[in-house]
């Protein structure tokens, strides 16, 4: 039999291609009425009174006393009004929607709505924390006294828009009692869920369709939730069929983003300039809720010690709410901050030692059992030396990184070593998610192929199928694999945390095991619960245990030339190497890698985004940077197989991964071609001319 | 409201309508071409992208007054041609496909780009696509597919 890496056409290709792949803007139903968000003009406050104009016939006001349930959105962490009651804590927080057949007068009256405040002073400082956490691991307090030296480096990252080209948007309907809804979303169960709290309904009475999801990214992972709660609110008024989909300037002001980091290192270093121990402090802005904060300051924290084995090791973090956007998802989930400020921290440890910067960390590269950062233990083999002599190799990396030490030549390279957790952190898996799978085998032999898993451009509508055909050896137009629709699918979990392939793919792979043995028989289904593996244990409270069931490595090498008049950077090359387990088809996962590796780059120098007083700045794609075809460099990747035993084929995760070394490898370029050390990110012109006027800073 | 006539996909139409609405919004809801997206409205991202007069144009930035007589091509009209089915197959080959919503506005920017160089190097593809923007393929893929579609497609454009 071939080998599944072996690259097929995906099976939506046709459809999207075509034009005719269906979005949530796609779907018109007869008597469809608008909606449209009426929003806070303030920052922080109280709502003292409303005065509504003239409302036409036909259209309506949905507000918090429209909400029949908890007027809370079902997130992990329940902070988020459906609409608000009264106090407002960042600027555009929805307050109402308006709802009618025309979508001009729909926004006439949403900007006849007048609304009178009483302005609070609000807070953007990093000082009310909301979620604290701290583990260590070793001598980590002791190690601090007995070192010869400690070197200390502040690190900071700034905002992230996913800046998915599919805006977010929803489309639902009501027959009886049941709310049907349609929408641009990663996870059917966490809207369903949220709606059933919302509306204070049974769980037969809402179902979630996903229709095609043009990108995501995280960005649509909770957010959705608080769209869909005010819509099915909308739609048990309006009774009507209603679309409410953000324009493009809505959605950048008010969807949540990548959390703006800061981060303190120190290092214990020893006589003989050995890496004793590491400390690490940090802070995400929340902004206005704390939503998923915690879960991303988490796995930021645990990623504390980048890709290397510390054996001292202390991390302490904070969740601080601001009035400010709330911020949430983003590919990574406080990986990208952490291995951004952990990489640089070691570079710049070295290069205050005088050693090598590779050599140094190569040094102190994670090997097979040590003990990570939570003291769990990397069970599976790391090939990361292997791995790293091929990125050497096809980079040409000592060669280059000696010939652009001339700061004439105005060029740099960097490398960047690290790894993703698969799955969610700690046990949450295990305790909370608990996926659930469904294989249905029917009469003329058709397998479909019912889970929750969203494709929303990574592949999961081919690769899943893949496996499935592969498994059972039918061919996979046999493979039936439709849109997630809540009334059909079982609950497998959100489509995030790189987990779809490894735990939902694991899963199905384990059902077709199952419904091949019993394949003579004409009909049945096979139904498959996650079981974490038994040697997995992790104690939230204490930060101790394996936070993670399997790991994903890569290393990202970029070369750049910085304009030495502009200093806009241009990137001319990168190569990535990944251990991704199996790759279950090699043109999907060399996609991932190259838009990953596109998002993570941007992220270190390219993409600003910022907020003055509360008010983000940047609220279109002109304004708002994201790369083009001209910012793109050659890419080149090589994917390594190290197979994980409870992934199907050995597959781990993917796509978070890719995004994660981008940023300090290309910020470890620009050092390199512009002789300053990089402390903030994106190392934007403007940030590189600061740089250059700071005499004191010195590569 | 007036009446504005124009061939879309090789059909002259003709339609009752206001005329500063847009483009993308009259192809998309009264002619039901969903191959036109929406991706921001303000001509930045290109998943609105036709041929007009067969140049490419931004429909959310076009208000239909202005396409009066005008020849205007959509993904679904381009989806009929040898030349489709030459970028369709090479897209696929490369991987150029996602989540598929810059993708009908990334085929009409390729078959403009070819129509003008049917043999573009790297660097002119990748001025060619510099007004569609993809979040998902980092551009890598969508580049060699044009490359590939330029060669297997010789003499097409």
């Excluded at chain 1, 959705?224 to 739609?235: D, G, R």
Aim: net charge negative; hydrophobic share 40%.
């Amino acid at each position: 039999m071939k080998d599944i890496s072996k690259s097929i056409f995906k099976t939506d290709g046709d459809e999207k291609i075509s034009g005719q792949a269906k979005y949530v803007a796609d779907i018109k139903l007869p008597d469809m009425q608008h909606a449209l968000t009426k929003r806070s003009s303030i920052v922080c406050g109280e709502i003292k009174n409303i005065e509504y104009p003239t409302i036409p016939e036909g259209y309506f006001i949905v507000d918090h006393r429209d909400v029949p349930g908890k007027n809370v959105v079902k997130i992990i962490y329940e902070d988020m009004p459906v609409f608000t009651e009264k106090e407002i804590t960042y600027l555009h927080e929805p307050i109402l929607l308006v709802c009618g057949p025309d979508k001009s007068i729909v926004k006439d009256i949403v900007d006849n709505i007048k609304i009178e405040y009483i302005e609070k002073k609000p807070v953007f400082d990093w000082v009310n924390s909301a979620v604290h956490y701290h583990f260590d691991k070793g001598e980590s307090k002791s190690i601090f006294a007995k070192a010869d030296r400690v070197i200390e480096y502040d690190y900071e990252t700034g905002y992230q828009e996913q800046a998915y080209i599919e805006t977010q948007g929803f489309i639902g309907y009501l027959e009886g009692e049941k709310v049907t809804l349609s929408g641009s979303i990663q996870c059917p169960y966490y809207v369903k869920n949220a709606v059933i709290q919302a509306l204070g309904t049974a769980d037969d009475l809402v179902r979630i369709i996903q229709p095609s999801v043009g990108g995501a990214f995280g960005g649509k992972e909770e957010f959705p939730s608080l769209i869909a709660c005010q819509l099915a609110c909308a739609i048990k008024k309006v009774k009507k069929p209603i679309q409410l989909i953000y324009e493009r300037e809505e959605d950048m002001l008010v969807t949540t983003k990548r959390h703006p980091a800061r981060m303190h290192f120190s290092a214990a270093i020893g006589k003989n300039n050995e890496l004793l121990g590491l400390k690490v402090n940090a802070g995400i802005d929340a902004g206005a809720n704390i939503g998923l904060s915690a879960v991303v300051l988490a796995r930021a924290l645990i990623a504390g010690t980048g890709a290397y084995t510390i054996d001292n090791f202390d991390a302490s973090g904070d969740v601080f709410i601001t009035n400010t956007v709330p911020n949430g998802a983003f590919r990574g989930f406080g990986a990208p901050q952490m291995f951004y400020g952990v990489e640089m921290f070691m570079e710049h440890v070295a290069r205050d030692l005088g050693i090598d910067q590779l050599e140094f960390k190569k040094k102190y590269l994670a090997k097979q059992n040590d003990l990570t950062s939570t003291c769990g233990i990397f069970r599976d083999p790391i090939i990361m030396n292997e791995m790293l002599e091929k990125a050497l190799e096809i980079s040409d990396y000592k060669k280059k990184r000696k010939e652009y030490s001339n700061p004439l030549s105005n060029k740099g390279i960097g490398i960047s070593l690290f790894f993703h957790g698969c799955g969610f952190t700690g046990s949450g898996e295990a305790k909370i998610i608990k996926a659930k799978v469904k294989l249905k085998k029917d009469k003329f032999n058709k397998v479909y192929i019912l889970v929750a898993a969203v494709d929303m451009g990574q592949g999961i509508r081919t690769t899943l199928r893949k496996v499935v055909s592969h498994i059972l050896e039918i061919p996979i137009e046999d493979v039936i694999f439709d849109f997630p629709d809540t009334d059909f699918v079982p609950d497998s979990g959100p489509t995030v945390a790189s987990r779809t392939m490894m735990i939902v793919g694991g899963l199905i792979a384990r059902a077709c095991e199952t419904m091949k043995k019993r394949w003579k028989e004409s009909e049945f289904i096979i139904e498959k619960t996650y079981i974490q593996p038994e040697y997995i244990k992790f104690d939230d409270e204490t930060f101790t245990g394996d936070a993670y069931p399997a790991y994903s490595w890569g290393i990202n090498v970029v070369e750049v030339r910085v304009d030495p008049n502009t200093y806009q950077t241009k990137v001319l090359n990168t190569w990535s190497v990944y251990d991704v387990g199996k790759s279950i088809d090699d043109r999907i996962i060399l996609g991932q890698a190259d838009g990953g590796l596109t998002q993570g780059i941007a992220y270190g120098y390219l993409e600003v985004m910022n907020h003055v007083n509360g008010v983000i700045k940047q609220k279109n794609m002109t304004d708002y940077i994201i790369p083009t075809a001209m910012d793109t460099g050659n890419m080149e990747t090589v994917i390594y197989e190290n197979p994980y035993a409870f992934g199907p084929y050995g597959a781990k995760g993917v796509g978070e991964l890719t995004l994660i070394g981008g940023a300090p490898a290309v910020c470890f370029a620009i050092e390199q071609a512009v002789n300053k050390r990089i402390h903030k990110i994106p190392a934007s012109p403007e940030y590189i001319l600061e740089m250059m006027n700071d005499e004191k800073n010195r590569l | 409201m007036r009446k504005i006539d124009f061939r879309l996909n090789g059909v002259p139409v003709s339609i009752e309508t206001q005329l500063n609405r847009r483009l993308l919004d009259v192809l998309h809801e009264d002619f039901e071409l969903i191959g036109v997206k929406e991706g921001c409205g303000e001509g930045e991202c290109g998943a609105c992208a036709v041929l007009i007069d067969h140049e490419v144009v931004n429909s959310c930035s076009i208000p239909i007054a202005n396409c009066l007589g005008k020849d205007i091509v959509t993904i679904e009209g381009f989806s009929n041609t040898s030349r489709y089915k030459i970028l369709k197959n090479a897209f696929e080959e490369e991987g150029a496909v996602q989540c598929g919503f810059c993708t009908p506005g990334m085929m009409i920017a390729a078959e403009s780009l070819l129509n003008k160089n049917s043999n573009p190097t790297i660097e002119e593809i990748k001025i060619g696509l510099s007004g569609n923007l993809c979040r998902c393929t980092g551009y890598n893929m969508i580049i060699k597919a044009i490359k590939r579609a330029a060669k297997e497609g010789d003499g097409k454009w």
